[in-house]
C-alpha cells in the first residue's frame, strides 16, 4: 500500500511454451524462474497481494511453496491465443478489488524489488495512471527496415541517416515486458496495460531487463546472474 492506494501483484505462468519447453520452472542459479519474480514482488515495500495465474500444477505448488497465493487457470486461459487482459481478469474476478494491478511476467528475473518499488513510486509521483518498464535499445530502430523478396536494400535507409554514426542517433527505447502498473478501472475500461492517456515509462538498464523467450535469453540471464551484475 502507498498513500491509501493498494497493490495487486499477478504474475501470469503458463505451464507450455514451445520455444522453450517448462521455462518458468528451469532452474536459475538453483532456483526455478518463477521464484525469481516471486521473491521480488514479495519484497516489495508497497505490494499488498501476490497472486500467481497458471494452468500447471508444479507451477502453482512452486508458487504457494514461495508464500504466494494461486489461481488455477481453466484450460480456456492456457492456450497460445488467451490474451494477458483475460488472464488478468479471472485473477481480478476471484480476488478482492485493488486500486492497482502490477503485472510481473516471470520471465524477467533480473527484475527486482528495488524496481518494483521505484517504478510504484514514479506512479505516485506522477499521478499517473500507469507505468511501464522500457530500456534503451540496443540498435536504433533508424538503421533497419524490411526486406522484399530478392534482398534488394535499394532504399533501406532514409536519407537523413545514411551518413550519421550511430552514437548522433536520437535514443530509441523499448518496452522489456519486466512491470506494467495500471489502475484497476482504467485496465478494465482498455482493456490494455498500455493506456491511451496518462501513463509514464520507468527506465530500466538492459541488463536487468532481459526477457527469457528462447534458450539464448536463458543464458544471458545465467550470465549476469553468475557474475554477480
Known amino acids: ?3 491509501g492506494k493498494t497493490f495487486l501483484a499477478i504474475i501470469p505462468a503458463r505451464g507450455g511454451s514451445k520455444r522453450l519447453p517448462r521455462k518458468n520452472v528451469l532452474e536459475l542459479a538453483g532456483k526455478p524462474l518463477i521464484t ?3 521473491e521480488a514482488a514479495l519484497k516489495s515495500k508497497y505490494i499488498d497481494k501476490v497472486v500467481v495465474t497458471s494452468d500447471d500444477q508444479e507451477i502453482l505448488g512452486i508458487s504457494e511453496k514461495q508464500g504466494a497465493d494461486v489461481v488455477k487457470r481453466p484450460d480456456e486461459l492456457a492456450s497460445d491465443t488467451a490474451t494477458t487482459i483475460d488472464v488478468v481478469n479471472h485473477v481480478v474476478e476471484n480476488i478482492k ?9 516471470p520471465t524477467s528475473p533480473l527484475r ?8 510504484i513510486t514514479l506512479l505516485e509521483a506522477k ?6 518498464s522500457v530500456c534503451e535499445m540496443e540498435h536504433s530502430p533508424l538503421w533497419s527496415n ?13 536519407d537523413e541517416v545514411k551518413n550519421k554514426r550511430s552514437q548522433d542517433l536520437e535514443s530509441y527505447f523499448r518496452l522489456n515486458g519486466a512491470i506494467y502498473i495500471c489502475d ?8 490494455s496495460f498500455i493506456l491511451k492517456k496518462n501513463i509514464f515509462a520507468y527506465r530500466m538498464d538492459r541488463k536487468n531487463s532481459v526477457d527469457i523467450d ?7 540471464a545465467k550470465y549476469f546472474v553468475c557474475k554477480g551484475f
Request: aromatic content about 8%; overall charge negative; hydrophobic content about 45%.
Open 146 to 158: 524490411v526486406l522484399p523478396e530478392d534482398g534488394s536494400m535499394e532504399g533501406f535507409l532514409i
Open 36 to 38: 525469481w519474480t516471486i
Open 214 to 220: 528462447e534458450k539464448i535469453d536463458f543464458e544471458m
Open 184 to 191: 484497476a478501472s482504467r485496465l478494465c475500461d482498455e482493456r
Open 112 to 119: 527486482n524489488e528495488k524496481h518494483i518499488d521505484e517504478a
Open 127 to 132: 499521478s499517473a495512471d500507469a507505468i511501464v
Open 1 to 3: 500500500m502507498l498513500n
Open 97 to 105: 478489488e485493488y486500486n492497482y494491478i502490477v503485472l510481473l511476467q
